[in-house]
Nanobody, 122 residues
Framework: QLVESGGGSVEAGGSLRLSCAAS????????MAWFRQAPGKEREGVAA????????YYSDSVKGRFTISRGDAKNTMYLQMNSLKVEGTAMYYC??????????????????WGQGTQVTVS
């Protein structure tokens, strides 16, 4: 199970930190990722982390501004979003899958999703 939190409204240039609490994945290496979907657009992968080797991946659209990390307890994932842009307005989803190729932004590779948290940048 994946549960996101931390969304909200922010002005352009501001920051937000999203959290994803995961349960049921202990003892298995897997890819955890953040996707976002704006109204009328396809779901877009923005950041991913492979738990087996702490490898991190970013889409070109967020590289240098977003940072993905895991908590000390390893069952929480974060997305620190800095220098937010208006085009970053979207529903942000946490996803996880032990077989998804991390860094390849195909949402079909992920079987487990959270309910999403809304980010609005104005």
């Amino acid at each position: 199970q994946l549960v996101e939190s931390g969304g909200g409204s922010v002005e352009a240039g501001g920051s937000l930190r999203l959290s994803c609490a995961a349960s049921g994945y202990s003892g298995t290496a897997y890819c955890m990722a953040w996707f976002r979907q704006a109204p009328g657009k396809e779901r877009e992968g923005v950041a991913a982390i492979y738990t087996g080797a702490d490898e991190r991946y970013y889409s070109d659209s967020v590289k240098g501004r977003f940072t993905i990390s895991r908590g000390d307890a390893k069952n929480t994932m974060y997305l620190q979003m800095n220098s937010l842009k208006v085009e970053g307005t979207a529903m942000y989803y946490c996803a996880a899958d032990p077989f998804a190729p991390c860094g390849r932004w195909d949402s079909a590779n992920f079987d487990h999703w959270g309910q999403g948290t809304q980010v609005t940048v104005s």
